[in-house]
């Protein structure tokens, strides 16, 4: 055998360790945020309110002391897909949905139905979703339902319907069959609350809302933030609570409605393309201090 060929097998052999050893610690470090949003996923009860109310950490890294649950049918909405028990929330967000829904009946929208807030304590979810972790985050579906107007829906029809698409299959342009003036008035409605922070949307949702409503679009379209996917829910994001100092906030949305070359770039070559560099590690999972004592309260 030349030293060549040596040579050659050793390089491959010192590559393979190199390549087994990131696939390792990629392995373990997705599987410690497994097991760390497992622990979460089962304690399927609030802390007790007399320890105090407070979301805690980021959106995508915290927890929540003191939760509510929604009630799964209030006046303007109902809430699907409980098996995923995923339909607690900080008061404010629970009184968002409630004071959105008493809007939905006085405007005759039809009937809100709510997708994901977040687990009784906060914290990550197995799966679904990164953000929801502190308590002040919702997804609402966009199909203002007649049929739920008229009647409670079944737990399986809660399960098994689902959120329709707003855009035209393969596409980046809106069905008109599925949108409608109503949707619109939701999302103003929602927008102009003062405790909601930004309200995320596909970037063809803002686009339509920005040509509808002409170069001077009004103010409260900042809030609506283009986001991949969103073509058949929209997020609902609240401000920091005034009760909650370990809370922490995103950065303030820019001072402009946004439909200008920023939003342009949502439909360029490059944000429609996935990445081709490989995806790192997911990073350990660092929730606040407080979070350890809300999950053993």
Not at 13 to 35: E, F, N, P, R, T
Not at 137 to 149: C, G, N, P, T
Request: hydrophobic share 35%; charged share 20%; net charge neutral.
């Amino acid at each position: 055998m030349s030293r060549y060929v040596i040579y050659f097998e050793l390089e491959f052999v010192l590559i393979m360790k190199v390549l087994l050893s990131l696939l390792g610690g990629a392995l373990l470090s997705s599987s410690s945020v497994s097991l760390a949003a497992n622990r979460w996923a089962t304690a399927t009860s609030p802390t007790p309110t007399v320890n105090g109310i407070e979301s805690i950490g980021d959106y995508t890294a915290g927890c929540l002391r003191g939760a509510l649950t929604l009630p799964e049918n209030g006046e303007g909405y109902q809430v699907m897909r409980l098996s995923r028990q995923r339909y607690f929330g900080h008061p404010d967000l629970i009184q968002f949905i409630e004071k959105l829904g008493r809007s939905a009946v006085d405007k005759d929208w039809g009937t809100l139905l709510i997708g994901d807030l977040g687990q009784a304590r906060g914290g990550p979810t197995p799966s679904g979703h990164r953000s929801h972790q502190s308590g002040l985050d919702v997804d609402i579906w966009f199909l203002l339902s007649r049929e739920a107007s008229k009647r409670k829906l079944s737990h399986g029809e809660r399960e098994k319907w689902g959120a329709p698409s707003v855009l035209l299959p393969h596409s980046d342009t809106i069905n008109p069959s599925q949108w409608s003036p109503a949707m619109e008035q939701v999302l103003e409605t929602a927008a102009l609350m003062p405790e909601v922070d930004r309200i995320f949307v596909n970037a063809a949702i803002k686009r339509e809302l920005c040509n509808k409503n002409g170069p001077e679009a009004r103010p409260w379209l900042k809030k609506i933030r283009p986001w991949w996917a969103h073509d058949d829910h929209f997020h609902v994001r609240l401000k920091c609570p005034i009760d909650s100092p370990n809370c922490k906030a995103q950065d303030p949305v820019p001072n402009s409605n946004g439909c200008d070359a920023s939003l342009d770039w949502w439909f360029s070559a490059e944000a429609k393309t996935p990445s081709t560099v490989p995806k790192k590690a997911p990073a350990p999972l660092r929730l606040p201090e407080q979070c350890n004592a809300v999950l053993t309260e």
